[in-house]
């Protein structure tokens, strides 16, 4: 399969507890983006890498989440001090970039976070 | 601040129907929508796109129809078959940027196809 992977697909933990998921994206796309989703809601935009840089991290939810791609490849979002409103999807998706007319983002299948 | 809003929240369209649904948004830098089409446990996919320079772009059964003065945009399902009952979420984007603001996604609309 050569889609977007996310890693785990469910994640149940305990308040305050720190978690990190990892997010593997289509090999030659070098933008990676985070998004959060709740129930009935749309994705919501958190975070986006172009390679390595993480050129966006302003809509971060809170100091608690952090975001890395350390070599350009795969990424990994850690929150920390979990409460129980984290609780949500948390989708990743890659995109290849540069186009001047369109940039398809490809969603992975989601980590869903229940924080009890 | 809800910067694309979406119309319906759900919709129930008999098979064969024209399912219909509505976008507007507000920041006028948008210059990318795409709809998106979500089953349960799955991530969203991408249906079909559009950028603000033409008023209509078809893709076999799946229509998208833009105003650009109006800051409204819509999809339309021809033919709609009861496997495209799914969650569709209308999204914009600003590109040249690469979307690097990621995309905005409108709350979604539950689509029923009742065979």
């Given amino acids: ?116 | 601040q809800q910067q694309v809003k979406q119309s319906p929240q759900s919709l129930i369209v008999q098979k064969g129907g024209i399912s219909i649904i509505n976008c507007a948004y507000e920041n006028t830098a948008f210059d990318y929508f795409p709809w998106y089409q979500q089953f349960p446990g799955k991530g969203p996919a991408l249906l079909i796109a559009i950028r603000p320079d033409v008023s209509e772009k078809k893709e076999g059964r799946f229509t998208i129809s833009f105003n650009k003065s109006a800051k409204q945009f819509s999809l339309h399902i021809m033919d709609s078959q009861p496997g495209d009952s799914a969650t569709y979420f209308c999204a914009a984007s600003i590109l040249p940027r690469g979307g690097a603001d990621g995309l905005t996604f409108g709350k979604g609309t539950h689509l029923i196809i009742q065979p």
């Avoid at chain 1, 990676?32 to 919501?44: A, D, K, N, S």
């Fill in chain 1, 1 to 116: 399969d050569t889609g977007v992977s996310q890693d785990p697909r469910h994640k149940i933990t305990k308040r305050g507890q720190n978690v990190t998921f990892r997010c593997d994206p289509i090999s030659e796309h070098n933008r990676l983006y985070w998004y959060r989703q709740t129930l009935g809601q749309g994705p919501e935009f958190l975070t986006y890498f172009q390679n390595e840089a993480q050129l966006e991290k302003s809509r971060l939810l809170s100091d608690r989440f952090s975001a890395e791609r350390p070599k350009g490849s795969f990424s990994t979002l850690e929150i920390q001090r979990t409460e129980q409103g984290d609780s949500a999807m948390y989708l990743c998706a890659s995109s290849q970039g540069g186009g001047l007319y369109t940039d398809t983002q490809y969603f992975g299948p989601g980590t869903r976070l229940t924080v009890l």
